[in-house]
């Protein structure tokens, strides 16, 4: 006990640069459930009466959580389950279930993943504190909730109005984050200001510091009551004394040294790579070496019975930069070929533009979304032989490769929709987002098939019309710097605008205000057209326009 | 006989090589034959094709082009196309349908209440003409495509374009139907039919059969044959089965 030597306080000892806490600009969420277990039991418990889950513990039972009322009644969580039925006779008790409650904070955790993909469970063995934690990372994502505190309230209330206790806490660094969610105990989340984490932590107790229950003893024991007294220590005696851990923590906790997140995405379980110890500068050549790639992956698609429905090839340049190409799967496919096919396709396209610069030396492929396929059934005896494949995989195939090259916005569908308006009522969607189409909507019956034009511009074009009673068919008409004589009219088809579009808001487009009289017309040379008049003449409007809407085969 | 007396220089051992190779190539153009022929849906066209022309119809294996006769004749020409492509198309199978920036800016796009085949319908939206004759190339070798008709108003591919395209066609007996502009009338293609379309008072078209490449007794008619009805399959069927249309009452006193 005499080699711990008194120092000055910790902030005058900084000489060095390497105590400057660095300005990383990350900004951590702790978020600690002091209930979890209890709160998420869902078999259901008398709430107004105290109630603990128990697990048996070397022969004993003991109890492991508490509700709030269970604790204002004396009990707490390592004390065993008879001296808690000493304490309250009629105790609920239920035997506690780990992995169901580790389930439910898996599930919040990627709720979480709302207000940041970067989303991390609590290392194991940090929590001498009851309940469980969460950690976020928001740096650069607090603006798109209106700021740090409304971010905090808004996650509190979610979770209040779940009826889970929530103690949460912002600072840069995760151990500042960590100590201050579970002993500054406040109702509202601490928000701690940038660079302030080594002040924010001096006056919090040592467990504040992720230390573990032997180290919290012997604090106790020497009579250090805060970080502060731990941390006027040299650190040469604290290791000494302590262990690394102690040392390392504050360090951590004040921003001295960096803590990684390791946010809780499963790691991908269809993964192949391939290291190219020289670098590859060809494209070509790299494109040879996806084959042997694919196939490994088809083979762990495979052996899994899936398919991929999205792939990811990762290039790592020597210089360590990192290009990704993924694709999207109209079909989920575990075929090696159809793979290699359209990441050929995609480098081809890219052979001008990329930038390889030294080479390749990394190789990695991931199937990121997967989806189960039914192995194709193999007739026996035919071992050897190719198989065509069924038609609707190689449509699959067929459109993958049509996306691959020419992008998902151009490989689209019709869809009709429930309007009346003539644009309306046909969609483009791209394939791979629109199911197949229902082909017996009622709907599209309701304006013959026969009246409408086999191709519609893209939006009405204002032709110059003449007609001889402002009601009637156009007599002659300039469409595209061309004079067209009428030889034959027939309408108007009426179309009156979605009156309940407009009351009920769900789509408003200020040029389809009016009623449309459209006319089919043949010209003297024989074309055929589907023009419309916008607007009634003297009841919506005293100076009527024409559009051209369609051509007729 | 006549390019031998003009250049003399040619080796015998030379021309007996270039003989060869033309043979060659003659037994590769002719081995994959479709066996499968489609008739037209229009009486009078389908009786040429029955007392005239080898097979009764259209082979179903190749490229056919349909070139709009005058710029305004688009529409004409894409609408016998979609014709065409439902009277090739088998069920069970899709029909994809690739248009160039400029056609989609000329015609518009295909509406779906107006075409037969939309539940069906893989659209390419504005691709430039080589993509098209590569989505052209890729889809022929699909099962699952029953037909593929290829837009494009402004330029004609060219003639190895044309020829891959024919080729793999062929090799595979699956159709393909070029829809091009009035300047293509011109190129030189390798094309299985080449048909000139052009629009006609009283819902017609005027269909002239160009070039075919199949053996017949008698050459089409040049004037062509026109056409009025249209039958029920037809996606362009749509103004054919309406009333007629009413004469303009203006018409008269304008003229």
Redo the contacts between chains.
């Keep these: 006990m005499t080699d711990l030597t008194l120092q000055e306080p910790l902030k005058t000892a900084i000489g060095d640069f390497a105590f400057k806490p660095q300005a990383t600009g990350r900004r951590i969420v702790s978020l600690w459930f002091p209930y979890w277990l209890v709160q998420s039991y869902d078999a259901g418990f008398d709430n107004t009466r105290p109630f603990v889950l128990v697990d048996k513990q070397k022969s004993t039972q003991r109890v492991v959580a508490v509700t709030p009322q269970a604790e204002a009644a004396g009990l707490h969580t390592h004390m065993s389950l008879a001296d808690a039925r000493a304490l309250v006779p009629d105790l609920q008790t239920a035997p506690v279930s780990w992995p169901a409650a580790q389930m439910k904070l898996q599930k919040t955790a990627k709720w979480l993943q709302r207000y940041t993909p970067w989303v991390g469970y609590d290392a194991p063995g940090d929590s001498p504190t009851d309940g469980f934690g969460l950690l976020l990372d928001i740096s650069g994502c607090a603006h798109l909730f209106a700021g740090e505190r409304a971010m905090l309230a808004d996650i509190q209330a979610r979770f209040q109005a779940r009826g889970i206790t929530v103690h949460a806490a912002v600072a840069g660094t995760i151990g500042a984050a960590w100590g201050l969610a579970r002993f500054r105990r406040q109702h509202q989340a601490v928000i701690l200001p940038p660079q302030q984490e080594t002040d924010a932590m001096l006056d919090l107790p040592p467990a504040a510091l992720r230390l573990t229950p032997q180290h919290l003893d012997l604090c106790r024991r020497l009579g250090l009551d805060n970080v502060a007294e731990l941390a006027k220590f040299a650190r040469p005696a604290l290791t000494r004394r302590f262990g690394p851990l102690p040392v390392m923590r504050m360090e951590q906790a004040f921003g001295h040294v960096g803590e990684a997140l390791s946010p809780c995405v499963p790691e991908p379980e269809f993964l192949v790579q391939k290291l190219l110890p020289q670098g590859i500068t060809q494209l070509p050549v790299l494109a040879d070496l996806l084959t042997p790639l694919c196939a490994h992956l088809a083979v762990k698609l495979e052996a899994a019975g899936q398919g991929a429905q999205r792939l990811d090839l990762v290039l790592t340049r020597t210089d360590n930069a990192v290009m990704a190409l993924s694709l999207r799967l109209a079909h989920p496919s575990a075929a090696p070929s159809h793979m290699t096919r359209l990441f050929a396709d995609r480098l081809e396209r890219l052979h001008s533009g990329v930038d390889i610069g030294l080479g390749v030396e990394k190789m990695l492929l991931v199937a990121s979304q997967t989806a189960p396929i039914r192995p194709p059934q193999t007739a026996m005896g035919l071992q050897g032989r190719r198989h065509?494949?069924p038609?609707?995989s190689?449509?699959a195939?067929?459109?993958d490769?049509?996306i691959g090259?020419?992008g998902s916005?151009?490989?689209?569908?019709?869809?009709?929709q429930p309007s009346y308006i003539?644009e309306r009522?046909?969609d483009?969607l791209p394939?791979l987002a629109s199911a197949a189409?229902a082909?017996a909507l009622a709907f599209?019956a309701a304006?013959s098939?026969?009246?409408?034009?086999?191709?519609?511009?893209?939006a009405p074009e204002p032709i110059e019309v003449i007609a001889?009673v402002p009601e009637?068919?156009p007599?002659?008409f300039r469409w595209r710097r061309?004079l067209h004589?009428?030889?034959?009219?027939?309408g108007p088809e009426r179309i009156s605008p979605e009156w309940w579009q407009e009351i009920f808001g769900t789509k408003s487009r200020s040029h389809n205000r009016q009623t449309r009289d459209y006319f089919?017309i043949?010209d003297?040379?024989?074309?055929?057209f589907w023009l419309y008049r916008d607007g009634l003449y003297e009841r919506e409007t005293q100076q009527p326009k024409w559009f051209m809407h369609?051509?007729?085969? | 006989m006549n390019d031998a007396k003009k250049r003399p220089q040619i080796h015998a051992l030379n021309r007996q090589k270039i003989a060869r190779l033309r043979k060659k190539i003659q037994r590769f153009e002719s081995l994959s034959q479709s066996s499968t022929h489609i008739t037209t849906g229009f009486d009078a066209i389908d009786d040429y094709f029955a007392t005239h022309v080898g097979g009764g119809g259209l082979a179903l294996g190749g490229v056919h082009e349909i070139i709009a006769a005058?710029t305004?004749?688009m529409?004409?020409a894409?609408?016998?196309a979609?014709?065409l492509a439902a009277r090739f198309r088998g069920a069970?199978?899709?029909l994809l349908y690739g248009q160039t920036h400029a056609g989609?800016?000329d015609?518009?796009?295909?509406?779906?209440?107006?075409?037969m085949a939309?539940?069906d319908?893989?659209?390419?939206?504005?691709?430039s003409l080589p993509?098209l004759m590569?989505?052209g190339e890729?889809?022929l070798s699909?099962?699952?495509?029953g037909c593929i008709i290829l837009a494009s108003t402004e330029e004609a591919p060219n003639f190895t374009f044309s020829r891959r395209l024919s080729m793999t066609a062929r090799s595979v007996d699956r159709p393909l139907i070029m829809a091009l502009g009035a300047s293509a009338a011109g190129t030189a293609s390798a094309a299985t039919s080449r048909w000139q379309v052009?629009?006609?008072?009283?819902?017609?078209w005027q269909l002239k059969l160009t070039r075919l490449r199949s053996s017949y007794r008698q050459t089409p008619p040049a004037q062509g044959w026109q056409v009025f009805a249209t039958p029920p399959q037809s996606?362009?069927?749509?103004?054919a089965?309406?009333?007629p249309?009413?004469?303009?009452k203006?018409?008269s006193?304008?003229n």
């Excluded at chain 1, 916005?409 to 009709?416: A, E, H, K, N």
């Design positions: 065509a494949p038609a609707a190689a449509l195939q067929l459109i490769r049509l090259r020419l916005q151009r490989v689209v569908r019709p869809v009709v003539p009522a046909v483009f394939i189409p082909s599209d304006p098939i026969h009246t409408r034009p086999l191709f519609m511009l893209c001889e009637g068919a007599f002659r061309v004589e009428v030889v034959a009219a027939q089919r043949e003297n040379n024989g074309y055929r369609g051509v007729f085969a | 005058r305004g004749d529409a004409a894409l609408g016998f979609h014709h069970q199978t899709a989609v800016r015609t518009g796009q295909p509406y779906a209440p107006a075409l939309r539940d319908l893989i659209y390419l939206d504005g691709v993509e590569w989505a890729e889809a699909c099962d699952a495509i052009q629009a006609m008072r009283n819902n017609g996606d362009a069927a749509h103004f089965k309406t009333t249309l009413a004469a303009n203006h018409q006193a304008a």
